[in-house]
């Protein structure tokens, strides 16, 4: 699971995620400059996801690798910073035989409660290399029902799970669910299916 830190300095969000008062941690730390501090053993619990679901999972935190992306939020990710995430993300899904669709935000599991790892990320570069995944604007059906398919299975109204779904595949895109939304869905339905329409 993908985050980014919310913070403008990555060492210091570093020592917060290793402090007890935090009550938060993460398995990974990535800085600007591609530096990547390990805290947290993969084979461990991090406290980085919170309330939330993706599929048939709700407790995230005992079924995920929680990554701390240095970034406000309001400005691009770093090139070495995406070379090194690439790197890792790559690793880990060898490692654990984890497929791309089940590579995710930390908006996806928490939709309206988070939005990170925000519009500013680049997951259509993490798809090109196989680390991810992006949908082609084929297919209909309903919207929701698709959208559980895929893995958005957090208890959200239709309005906050179109938010999130749009902060990842359709970055700036404002106003009523549209045919293209539809479409996304539905190719995200029909090819990474998490659980059944």
């Known amino acids: 699971m993908l985050h980014y830190t919310a913070m403008d300095c990555a060492q210091k969000a570093r020592d917060w995620l290793c402090h007890d008062d935090a009550q938060v941690s993460a398995h990974y730390v990535i800085a600007p400059d591609g530096t990547i501090w390990h805290l947290v053993d993969e084979a461990d619990r991090a406290w980085h996801a919170g309330a939330g679901a993706w599929g048939p999972v709700t407790d995230v935190n005992s079924r995920s690798i929680g990554i701390e992306i240095a970034n406000s939020g309001a400005t691009p ?3 070495p910073q995406m070379d090194a995430l690439e790197t890792l993300v790559g690793a880990i899904m060898a490692r654990h035989a ?14 309206g409660r988070k ?17 991810a995944v992006w949908p082609d604007a084929q297919g209909t059906g309903d919207f929701l029902r698709n959208a559980r398919c895929f893995g958005y299975t957090a208890d959200v109204q239709p309005d906050t799970l179109l938010h999130s779904f749009r902060l990842r595949f359709r970055p ?15 190719d995200l339905a029909h090819r990474w299916p998490v659980a059944p329409a």
């Open 172 to 186: 700036g895109a404002t106003g009523p669910l549209d045919d293209t939304d539809r479409a996304l869905m539905a």
């Open 77 to 79: 990710f770093a090139a």
């Open 98 to 111: 984890i497929p791309p669709e089940r590579v995710i935000g930390h908006s996806d599991m928490a939709p």
């Open 115 to 131: 939005i990170d790892p925000g519009a500013r990320f680049d997951w259509q570069r993490l798809a090109r290399h196989g680390l």
